[in-house]
């Protein structure tokens, strides 16, 4: 080995453990990240929008106390419905979670859907020119309300159609911050982003990505949704609507919160309800799928290569041990 590859590895040796445990939406990530982190002591850090907020746990398929099986969780049920959570909120939480969990001895592991907030982890994305202007923004969100999001979202392919062909028009936060950064800077936010992708990772890390099959993957989705409003999906949304919740804010507008919600005001029926809510939510683990195949570093777990669940933890525990030493 020469002299520097050597100080390379010395490096690399230096930087703190990460595991990453992602994938699209009912994959099956939390019962395996729960026998994960029991196999090899680690502690389970969420990246995930919506498992966040108290009082949102059917629709956000949170993961139950049974289900943890005493392994702690992190960035689960920290903020009130009202609070708004984004990508640094979520960076600056995680960061501090990993480091307690590293002071006790244990491996972190971030388990989640959401890519953008596990690539703001893994490459410590500076955001500090991203900046919320609030008159601007709350500009930019009255043209979402009173002429929709493909009206917002035309705005942005017209300043930036890269960054327009990576947000989904309904995703009207990223939507706004990208026109926002557009505003602030005079720059892309495409570009920006671009550059950040190019950042060395600030740990020493594996990042692996739980799928399976297109078909069986879409009929667990909708075997979720309908269990989710067999365990009363419907009632949970009206108890936070009660509570003063609306449409605009950011913890309403995850799946099937926004679905519900616009039933419970007359929109339409549940039946149209529950489609949307299926639907979308096929859509939307398209889209997950999508962003991981762009990301660089990562290792694909596809269920169909595995006989059995269990050979999975087995693999994936041998990489995790590997990791820690």
Known sequence: ???????????QQEKPPLLILTGPTAAGKTALSVALAKAVGGEIISADSMQVYRQMDIGSAKVTEAEMQGVPHHLIDVLEPEEEFNVVRFQQLAKQAAGEIRSRGKLPIVV???????????????????????RLREQLEQLAREKGNGYLHGLLRQADPEAAD?????????????????AQTGQLISAHNEQQRGREAAWRFR????TDDRARLYERIDRRVDRMLEEGLVDEVRALRERG????????????????LSYLEGEYDLERAVYLIKRDTRHFAKRQL????????????????????????????????????
Request: a negative charge; zero cysteines.
């Open 1 to 11: 080995m020469g002299q520097d590859e050597h100080r390379i590895n010395q490096i």
């Open 112 to 134: 989640g859907g959401t890519g953008f907030y596990i690539q703001a982890l893994l490459y410590d994305i500076d955001f500090t020119q991203t900046k919320e202007e609030s």
């Open 166 to 182: 990576k947000i989904h028009e309904n995703n009207v936060k990223r939507v706004i911050r990208a026109l926002e950064y557009h």
């Open 207 to 210: 990042y692996f990505v739980l």
């Open 245 to 260: 919740l609306k449409k605009e804010m950011v913890s309403m507008r995850g799946l099937g919160y926004k679905e519900i």
């Open 290 to 325: 999508t962003w991981f195949k762009r990301e660089r570093d990562v290792e694909w777990i596809d269920r169909q290569d595995f006989s059995e669940e269990n050979a999975i933890l087995q693999y994936l525990t041998g990489q995790a041990e590997e990791l820690k030493r």
